[in-house]
Each structure stands twice: as structure tokens, then as C-alpha cells.
């Protein structure tokens, strides 16, 4: 098995003090190409259902489409950092712009019950299996 700390860089301290940095006042910067948006995402399976969760912070239900076609379901956003005049940045680190994520869907999703919403950050689907793919327990009468 291989570990996140397996594929890290190893760690070295710098032998020189680096320049002033951290005594200098922020200067003003050209704003650095935006960093891509590929939200994280999860694709589970419970008995009855799929439940697909997707990280979109910051980012309001109706910045989201959801659209299932062919046996696949995309869902697209775009998350926009704040413009307003007289705004100047000095460091961005967080990602911005549209995306796109399709899942291919397993056999056996109940296409009429789909459900979506988002809630702390997080766009939570459920995708109902249809009943006959749901294993049920048949009684055996005694006669």
C-alpha cells in the first residue's frame, strides 16, 4: 500500500535565512492564472441507494446544473471570487472558475427519483436503485 507521505517531497530547512519577506509590505501583483476548480467528489453505495457528494463551498444551488443523459450524469458549476472596483490582490490561493464532473452511472438507478441539494458546503445526491435491484429477504411460509 502506498501512503500519501510515501509520495511527498522530503521536507529540507533552509541553510540561509531567506531575504526579508516576511518584513516587507505586500506589494501590489498581477493576479496569477486562476487556479483550476475540480471539486472533490465521492460516489458511494448503500442498499438502497447511490449517494453522490461533490465539495462546492461557497457556492449557491443555483451556480449548479445537474443533467443525466446517456447513462451518465454531469454536474457543472462555476465558482466566481468576489470583483469590485478598487480591489487589489496580493495572493490567491483559491480555486475559481467553471467545471465539470460526469459520472457514469451503474445499472439500475430509479431515473424518476433523483434527488439534490446542497447544504454546508456540500451538493448531496441520491440516486435511488430501482426495487427490483435491491436484495429483499423472502419469507418461507411453513405448511
Known sequence: MLFLTELRAPVVAPTQPTPAAHTETP????????IEHKPALSFVE????WWLTIEVPGMTA??????LANGHLTVRGEKRLPQAEGLVW????????????????????ELDSIQAETKD????????KVRAAVPQRIEILSR
Open 121 to 128: 458546503g456540500l451538493l448531496t445526491v441520491r440516486l435511488a
Open 62 to 67: 443555483e451556480a449548479l446544473e445537474i443533467t
Open 90 to 109: 496580493h495572493h490567491n490561493e483559491r480555486a475559481q472558475g467553471a467545471f465539470e464532473r460526469i459520472l457514469k452511472l451503474p445499472s439500475g438507478i
Open 27 to 34: 506589494q501590489q501583483v498581477q493576479p496569477s492564472a486562476p
Open 46 to 49: 448503500a442498499p438502497d441507494a
